[in-house]
Nanobody, 118 residues
């Protein structure tokens, strides 16, 4: 089993920056990808970004490309989501997740609130 703990959410003005962290513990060797999803009030959860641990490759939703950057610290089993040029439409609960081969996105963190004021 894998446990995910997020931190770093908060309130920021439009144009500002925040950094989210997601620390994994447990059977971390089984994680194929780490990623972030977000869910705004009244909307479905959507993909934001992911990172493949084997080669460090990343993927981003079109809505965040050029503004968000996902990175990792192998020694700490932690991924960091740097969010710049934040917009009010980025307001959501952000969830860290882990993808396992054959199981999909199967582990989730508790979520952290990001609020961007205009």
């Amino acid at each position: 089993q894998v446990q995910l703990v997020e931190s770093g959410g908060g309130l920021v003005q439009a144009g500002g920056s925040l950094r989210l962290s997601c620390a994994a513990s447990g059977r971390t060797f089984s994680i194929y990808k780490s990623g972030w999803f977000r869910q705004a009030p009244g909307k479905e959860r959507e993909f934001v970004t992911s990172l493949t641990w084997s080669d460090g490759s990343t993927a981003y939703a079109d809505s965040v490309k050029g503004r968000f950057t996902l990175s990792r610290d192998n020694a700490k089993n932690t991924v960091y989501l740097q969010m710049n040029s934040l917009k009010p439409e980025d307001t959501a609960v952000y969830y860290c997740s882990a993808l396992f081969v054959g199981r999909g996105w199967d582990s989730w963190g508790q979520g952290t609130q990001v609020t961007v004021s205009s």
